[in-house]
């Protein structure tokens, strides 16, 4: 099957947990699966961690597991929110549910709230101390680690532009060139980026996304993310698979247009 190089990461979540629904996710073109840790149990990741794995060695593909912690959130009538007098970035749910991953063998960690570097090597320290050497990806999802987004690339495996927080740290209309920004200090780094949060957030109800969504797939592909995700789109959404083949088309297509024209840069 032809892939894309850009990936697509999709959150599994009630609305896909299904199994033939995994594997029809696994089928197409998810790349990377998100387990968000701000809700489910044990019980519920562990399962979703197993059928994913079983489905890729059944389709010979490689799925990585992509462990997002939930630093300090707390639940509200409508999701949940950054605790406003939070101190530290890591709590003791985190760590408990990174001692949880770790022996699933999750491939890559996600650490939300991160403020600074120290952030990032408190995280691996604790990941060094159990034993393991998984990657760190950051979690720019405040006004604080955009300002120290230098120390925390250099410091961090990867970095996840998370959208939605940051969209209630700083001013909207500055998200898309914060966007930019964070991808060109990746790319210089040699360090891979994800663009994430509603990036197809219509798909949650609808069958095909907005020609605004199918817009801002593709320039973050055209910016240069290494990765997209989905989050409420598969987790919640009524069409989880539907929305994973649309943004494998939207990535592909994005990446035709990058190589047409740096073989010809003048048309």
Same mark, same amino acid.
């Given at each position: 099957m032809d892939y894309s190089r850009a990936q697509v990461v999709a959150t599994i979540g009630p609305a896909s947990k299904e199994k033939e629904i995994i594997k029809q996710m696994v089928a197409h073109?998810?790349?990377i699966v998100r387990l968000n840790f701000s809700w489910g149990s044990y019980d519920e990741h562990e399962y979703y961690i197993k059928t994913v794995r079983e489905y890729a060695k059944e389709l010979n593909r490689r799925i990585p597991i992509l462990q997002?912690?939930?630093?300090?959130?707390?639940?509200?009538?409508s999701g949940h929110e950054i605790d406003p007098n939070a101190i530290k970035a890591v709590t003791e749910k985190d760590l408990k549910d990174l001692e949880f991953g770790l022996k699933q063998n999750v491939d890559y960690i996600a650490m939300s709230y991160v403020g600074n570097k120290n952030d990032v090597l408190e995280i691996k320290h604790h990941?060094?101390? !159990?034993?393991?050497k998984t990657p760190v990806i950051a979690k720019i999802e405040r006004k604080v680690a955009v300002? $120290?987004?230098?120390e925390i690339i250099d410091a961090a495996d990867g970095i996840m532009i998370a959208r939605g927080d940051l969209g209630n740290e700083v001013p909207l209309e500055q998200i898309p060139f914060i966007q930019n920004m964070i991808i060109r200090k990746c790319k210089?780094?040699?360090?891979p980026v994800i663009t994430a949060t509603q990036m197809m957030f219509s798909m949650k109800e609808s069958p095909t996304p907005t020609r605004a969504e199918v817009t801002d797939v593709?320039? !973050?592909?055209?910016?240069?993310?290494?990765?997209?995700?989905?989050?409420?789109?598969?987790?919640?959404? $009524?069409?989880?698979?539907?929305?994973?083949?649309m943004m494998e088309k939207i990535i592909k297509e994005a990446e035709k247009y990058?190589?047409?024209n740096y073989l010809n840069p003048l048309k």
């Open positions: 073109h998810m790349d997002d912690l939930s630093g300090p959130r707390t639940k509200t009538e990941i060094k101390e !159990a034993g393991y300002e $120290k987004v230098d210089a780094a040699v360090k593709a320039f !973050a592909i055209i910016s240069g993310s290494d990765a997209v995700m989905l989050s409420d789109e598969t987790a919640n959404g $009524k069409y989880p698979v539907e929305a994973i083949i990058l190589i047409i």
